[in-house]
T-cell receptor, first 115, second 117 residues
Framework: GDSVTQMEGPVTLSEEAFLTINCTYT??????LFWYVQYPGEGLQLLLK?????DKGSNKGFEATYRKETTSFHLEKGSVQVSDSAVYFC??????????????FGQGTTLQVKP | KAGVTQTPRYLIKTRGQQVTLSCSPI?????VSWYQQTPGQGLQFLFE???????NKGNFPGRFSGRQFSNSRSEMNVSTLELGDSALYLC????????????????FGEGSRLTVL
């Protein structure tokens, strides 16, 4: 069935380091892809999205490109800050097919940034 | 624009009791979904409602139920609580296909943290 796989965490980086969190998906078609972020004690916030192949989503210095050929949507940031410490979730949905509201999430990757 | 509001934020129950959680979606959003988040199982889809009808359902026992009202507000209920029901319950709202610029993203509330003793 459809699924999302993220790299295992936790990921520990020093401030200003480069970040990559890998995400791959399996799907029978072309889903919309998302990255969500969850700060301690809070719900999920949409970080960025891409709805078709080669789309690049970006927000707050984070970027991810929808790669159909490798079924990937890796999250990157050039220079992380302590405030980026959180759990990051990759997710997919087939919007418009009756699956509205049913996102398939990866297991989450914890990022810890040290000063 | 107000976000998704969930009440209560925290609650403690004992085994065998029941609980009702409430969710108010973003104004104009007609779809409401519920998720359970636990350290072991991650984020699991419970169900989704649109136009007061359950449209999708996850793989949870019948003790988990929900409903949606005509103003799109939603409630979920868990009966005969078990220790394993301790979790963060997240509500999310969204536009539906064809509504505005909908592209499938969900907007989450801060969750209701349920502890079952």
């Amino acid at each position: 069935g459809d699924s999302v796989t993220q790299m295992e965490g936790p990921v520990t980086l020093s401030e200003e380091a480069f970040l990559t969190i890998n995400c791959t998906y399996t799907a029978t078609g072309y889903p919309s892809l998302f990255w969500y972020v969850q700060y301690p004690g809070e719900g999920l916030q949409l970080l960025l999205k891409a709805t078709k192949a080669d789309d690049k989503g970006s927000n707050k210095g984070f970027e991810a490109t929808y790669r159909k050929e490798t079924t990937s949507f890796h999250l990157e940031k050039g220079s992380v800050q302590v405030s980026d410490s959180a759990v990051y979730f990759c997710a997919q949905v087939f919007h418009g097919s009756g699956n509205t509201g049913k996102l398939i999430f990866g297991q989450g990757t914890t990022l810890q940034v040290k000063p | 624009k107000a976000g998704v509001t969930q009440t209560p934020r925290y609650l403690i129950k004992t085994r065998g009791q029941q609980v009702t959680l409430s969710c108010s979606p973003i104004s104009g959003h007609r779809s409401v979904s519920w998720y359970q988040q636990t350290p072991g199982q991650g984020l699991q889809f419970l169900f989704e409602y649109f136009s007061e009808t359950q449209r999708n359902k996850g793989n949870f026992p019948g003790r988990f139920s929900g409903r949606q009202f005509s103003n799109s507000r939603s409630e979920m209920n868990v009966s005969t609580l078990e220790l394993g029901d301790s979790a963060l319950y997240l509500c999310a709202s969204s536009l539906v296909p064809g509504q505005g610029t909908s592209t499938g993203e969900l907007f989450f509330g801060e969750g209701s943290r349920l502890t079952v003793l």
